[in-house]
């Protein structure tokens, strides 16, 4: 089976923009989670979508929204740019209640 | 809220010693841990897992072990090798809403 992948792997963009990263799950994978990463931070939870629903939501600003469609493919919106949105965005899907699977992530600068 | 504290930070040990990497959860309702080796520019990857119906489990080098008493699980990794060198993040899943909260993060270096 092929993996988590996500798309892009690199983006640069400017304070102020909005950006729209992707994520497509393992086949048959209902869940797609998504996770900021940060030097010192760890992984921090942004939100995590189920069957097209959000079933749960983490601690960041409004800016910061996803969505997922009916093939579970997920993507993540991020709107007015800050310079502190630069990190690694992560995704991970899993079949319900079982193990969680990461994507390569998308590394994102703002300047 | 729901919090994982993650200890150490930073961990070196020799070649061949073993590593020991602790984690305390504050939800009652988690029932599925999982820990994740991250190496250098690469995404997490899941090396062991435990639920909380059992109180430890092995799996070669690597062992994992649960107190749901005093909510601590602990990451043992024996005869260390310097491929085992990574950040390793320990996380801890609700069993109502499948969320889960991760730790900090250990950066383990093996010294050859």
């Known amino acids: 089976k092929a993996g988590v992948t996500q798309t892009p792997r690199y983006l640069i963009k400017t304070r102020g923009q909005q950006v729209t990263l992707s994520c497509s799950p393992i086949?048959?994978?209902?869940?797609v989670s998504w996770y900021q990463q940060t030097p010192g931070q760890g992984l921090q939870f942004l939100f995590e979508?189920?069957?097209?629903?959000?079933?749960n939501k983490g601690n960041f600003p409004g800016r910061f929204s996803g969505r997922q469609f009916s093939n579970s493919r997920s993507e993540m919106n991020v709107s007015t740019l800050e310079l502190g949105d630069s990190a690694l965005y992560l995704c991970?899907?899993?079949?319900?209640?079982?193990?969680?699977?990461f994507g390569p992530g998308t590394r994102l600068t703002v300047t | 809220g729901e919090n994982v504290e993650q200890h150490p930070s930073t961990l070196s040990v020799q070649e061949g010693d073993s590593a020991v990497i602790k984690c305390t959860y504050s939800?009652?309702?988690?029932?599925?841990f999982p820990w994740y080796k991250q190496e250098l520019g690469k995404r997490p990857q899941l090396i062991i897992d435990?639920?909380?119906?059992?109180g430890e489990k092995k799996d070669q080098r690597i062992a994992v072990t649960l107190n749901k008493t005093a909510k601590h699980f602990s990451l043992h990794i024996t005869e260390t090798q310097p491929e085992d060198s990574a950040v390793y993040f320990c996380?801890?899943?609700?069993?109502?809403?499948?969320?889960?909260?991760f730790g900090t993060g250990t950066r383990l270096k093996v010294l050859a």
């Open positions: 991970a899907s899993s079949l319900e209640i079982h193990e969680q699977y």
């Open positions: 086949s048959g994978h209902r869940s």
């Open positions: 979508y189920f069957s097209e629903t959000q079933r």
């Open positions: 939800d009652s309702a988690s029932n599925y």
């Open positions: 435990i639920r909380s119906n059992v």
């Open positions: 996380a801890a899943r609700d069993g109502g809403t499948y969320k889960y909260i």
